[in-house]
């Protein structure tokens, strides 16, 4: 049998592009069904509670940017590095530097006044990210080492470190859990509408977003890390330094993973655990890539995953299914996203 | 009788005719040279009988009998087998598996048995490989034999080969040439694409030349000889810009001292090139492309280190610098790939500034303002069609090709280094091009011309330099440079003394 339609290479109309959020959280919803149905949930009564519930009370949608802060951080500093052609994908291990660097300074700065010790912090955390970072970037510029996997591998030794720590020298006295010691009060985040949980770390990844997107589109450094990540034979010709230019982009990157370690800290858990991340380095991916590279879109796409992420933990509570869904729904929605990505440069057209 | 026969073969890529009524004839074991410029169609008309093109008009005859070709499958069916420029081998594949991929009987591979049958195929076509060895440890020369060992062991008696010579070293030119005599002698026929007239006059019995797609002639290797293939080859209506005047009295201002470099592949592109641009003229670089010209300007733009040798821009030593700092010493640089030359996602605006970017900022942050106004600017004076947001990539490919002059040109610089500037140019676009690099000429500039298109090398140079297999082989005034004698040199038949 012959098809009628064919699909063919030539772009995309414009509508087309303007409908892919639309159209992936639909294909989303038709393929993740069959996953709700198998463990035996009605597929639209999760979706509610999925999508609609976590935002019909306040305290919901503020639980939401809660969830949401580390992904707009670590969405912010994959987009910064993807756009500049750096594939960093150790975030989740500069993270974990972050967070390091936060339990540490957080049991150490006694006495300093809250504002600067959260600013401490902060710049602890940035920095920690970085040098997480360093090896990579020195390999990829020095020796061209294919950062995909270096930075990958780097998240394992940070995973690894971590537990040691926990399970070695900074388990918890008082307890005995496998957690570092509870930090100072004046290192902590400050609550932005006490009792809720929602903390200062949500501000500093707005400033995040509106930082990489000023870079990005407004300064000289930033058009230079664009022109590396679009054309990389082109930037060289017209005299920019791609090594200098992916190694500022690899430390900016690490540092702004590194912040997403510290909010995760010293706003809700308040000491170092093994699980302090969830994941959020590689869910940063799918929001750098569900936002088309662009700061705000990742930002947009950080929250929805964030809902989704608060979402899947009323569906389990409601319905009784796991949890876990909501990483199928994230995944899914990656793939999906993907693929409409690649059928912008495809039209349908009618074979004679 | 005639194994392949080619009737009226018409074949148009949009407002391009690569072949016009092409007439092609191929006897039983003979090597038959397909003799042509770069973009005279030679490539075309053997990728039509090979199955990979569809010819919009003629016929194809295999052993008198009118067949259609629709994939290489088709024929491969019909006797006919390739071997491209680019080879097409898994190099974690031993030889053997690489000849019987895609030709297996059934599914199960017997690694014994076929290593046997491929030793057999190779001894029996005088093919010198070893079955079982990996085809990532071997040379060029001998992955070009497992291609060719590949196309036999499919039951060919046609075999084209394209531009087979391109990739070797002279000694694997010399094993090429001696397999290609066996398997004429065995029957076989093959057909030869080439631009190089004594590898032509050295392997084959006949030659066809192609010219702007059309068929100009066959001739017979003993009927013939260089000079008048060349002519063949050349020869058509001169170029219409003229020059105002014969002027060189200008003091040298680029000087180029016995450059060697390599290309990407490892291999010895330029052999100790020496050539002197003067302030106020075009000197002009011909050739056949591959002969070293992308690796001449890439070196001259910065983007490839020469392994020796020098290049000064008058007291400044360019040799090793960066491309920041050849543009920054006054050098505009047209590239050979316009795509390579712009960021096609980047805005025209963000093109236009990105070279001299350092003057479009204030403490680091990009001075929007100035950057439109100067991409304003520049499209009005070099009328390029765009706005300054647009996408650079949606661009035609003249419209590219005057951002890409604008930004070589807005600075005034001392040095314009063109390599290709016309090419896949329309005719509007190509004689503004060209008026432009005349106005720099007038201006003072010394301008080098890297191209290909003879009659724009012959109508813009005061001096032409020709590049041969990575040397340059003569430079010679603009008036001694008939097409005959340059078309000579360019392959490789004819040197002159290189003036000092």
Not at chain 1, 44 to 71: D, H, M, N, Q, R
Not at chain 2, 350 to 377: P, V
Request: proline fraction near 4%.
């Amino acid at each position: 049998m012959k098809l009628k339609y064919r699909l063919v290479r030539s772009p995309a109309p414009a509508w087309f592009s303007a409908l892919i959020p639309l159209l992936a959280i639909v294909v989303t919803f038709a393929i993740t069904s069959i996953f709700i149905i198998i463990a035996g949930a009605n597929p639209f009564e999760a979706y509610y509670y999925f999508l609609i519930s976590p935002l019909t009370s306040k305290i919901g949608i503020l639980e939401v940017l809660v969830k949401s802060t580390p992904l707009i951080l670590t969405g912010a500093a994959v987009t910064i590095a993807f756009a500049s052609g750096y594939w960093n994908i150790g975030a989740e291990g500069q993270l974990l530097a972050g967070a390091v660097a936060a339990a540490f300074l957080g049991t150490n700065l006694v006495g300093v006044p809250q504002p600067a010790a959260v600013l401490i912090m902060l710049l602890g955390g940035f920095i920690a990210g970085m040098l997480w970072g360093l090896v990579p970037a020195i390999l990829k510029v020095k020796l061209s080492v294919d950062e995909v996997v270096t930075t990958l591998l780097m998240n394992y030794i940070a995973i690894f470190f971590v537990s040691a720590l926990l399970n070695g020298p900074w388990r918890d006295p008082v307890s005995n859990w496998p957690q570092s010691p509870t930090i100072l009060a004046n290192t902590m985040m400050p609550k932005l509408l006490p009792p809720a949980r929602l903390h200062f770390g949500f501000i500093v990844g707005v400033l995040a977003v509106v930082s990489i997107w000023f870079i990005l589109s407004r300064t000289g450094l930033g058009m230079r890390m664009r022109s590396v990540g679009m054309g990389q034979e082109a930037a060289r010709f017209m005299g920019v330094k791609i090594g200098r230019t992916m190694f500022i982009t690899a430390l900016i990157s690490g540092g702004i993973a590194g912040l997403a370690g510290v909010t995760e800290v010293a706003g809700i858990h308040f000491h170092l655990i093994d699980a302090i991340s969830a994941g959020a380095g590689y869910t940063g991916i799918i929001a750098a890539t569900l936002g088309n590279l662009n700061p705000f879109g990742a930002g947009a796409a950080s929250l929805f995953l964030g809902l989704i992420s608060t979402g899947s933990q009323a569906v389990s509570r409601s319905l009784g299914v796991p949890s876990f869904l909501g990483e199928v729904v994230q995944a899914t929605l990656l793939l999906v996203t993907l693929a409409m990505f690649l059928l912008r440069n495809y039209t349908l057209r009618k074979v004679e | 009788m005639d194994a392949v026969r080619m009737v009226g073969i018409t074949k148009q890529f949009g407002p391009l005719i690569a072949n016009n009524k092409v007439d092609f004839e191929l006897k039983k074991s003979e090597v038959h040279a397909l003799l042509g410029e770069n973009g005279a169609g030679k490539t075309t008309l053997m990728r039509i009988l090979y199955g990979l093109y569809k010819a919009d008009t003629g016929e194809i005859l295999v052993n008198e009998k009118p067949v259609q070709i629709h994939s290489p499958k088709d024929a491969i069916a019909n006797g006919i087998g390739m071997v491209s420029q680019h080879f097409t081998l898994v190099p974690t594949l031993t030889v053997a598996e690489n000849v019987v991929l895609g030709f297996n009987e059934g599914v199960r591979l017997n690694p014994g048995q076929v290593n046997k049958k491929v030793e057999e195929a190779a001894k029996k076509f005088g093919v010198d490989v070893k079955p079982d060895t990996l085809v990532r440890y071997l040379s060029v020369g001998e992955r070009q034999r497992v291609e060719i060992l590949k196309a036999l062991y499919r039951n060919i008696s046609v075999l084209i080969m394209d531009e087979p010579t391109a990739v070797l070293v002279p000694q694997e030119v010399d094993v090429l040439f001696a397999t290609l005599d066996r398997l004429r002698k065995s029957g076989l026929s093959v057909i030869f694409i080439s631009h190089k007239l004594y590898e032509v006059m050295t392997i084959s019995d006949r030659i066809t030349v192609l010219r702007d797609g059309k068929c100009i002639g066959t001739v017979d290797k003993k009927d013939t000889d260089e000079r008048s293939l060349a002519r063949m080859m050349v020869g058509r209506d001169t170029f219409g810009v003229q020059r105002e005047s014969e002027q060189c009295g200008g003091k040298p201002l680029l000087k180029v001292q016995k450059v060697t470099a390599k290309d990407k592949k490892g291999l010895q592109a330029l052999k100790e090139v020496s050539l002197e641009v003067c302030e106020g003229e075009i000197l002009g670089v011909a050739g056949v492309s591959g002969n070293g010209q992308a690796e001449l300007a890439s070196v001259l733009s910065g983007t490839l280190k020469p392994e020796s040798g020098k290049v000064m821009l008058g007291d400044l030593d360019l040799t090793n610098l960066d491309p920041q700092a050849i543009s920054k010493a006054g050098v505009g640089r047209i590239p050979e790939d316009r795509h390579a030359g712009v960021v096609g996602e980047m805005t025209v605006a963000e093109n236009l500034a990105l070279e001299h970017l350092d003057d479009f900022l204030k403490n680091g942050i990009l001075n929007r303002k100035m950057i439109k106004e100067h991409a304003e600017a520049m499209i009005k004076e070099y009328q390029i069609k765009a706005t300054p947001s647009i996408q650079t990539r949606k661009l035609s490919g003249g419209n590219m090709q005057k951002v890409i002059l604008a930004r070589a040109l807005f600075t005034q610089p001392r040095l314009i280094i063109a390599s290709q500037p016309t090419r896949g140019l329309d005719i509007g676009a190509t004689e503004y091009v060209r008026k432009k690099l005349i106005e720099q000429r007038e201006r003072g500039a010394a301008v080098l011309l890297i191209s290909e298109d003879l009659e724009e090398v012959r109508g813009l140079s005061d001096r032409i330099a020709v590049i041969y297999e990575g040397r340059i082989v003569g430079i010679l005034n603009c008036e001694e440079a008939s097409e005959e004698v340059l078309g000579l040199m360019m392959s490789g038949a004819k040197e002159v003394a290189i003036e000092a």
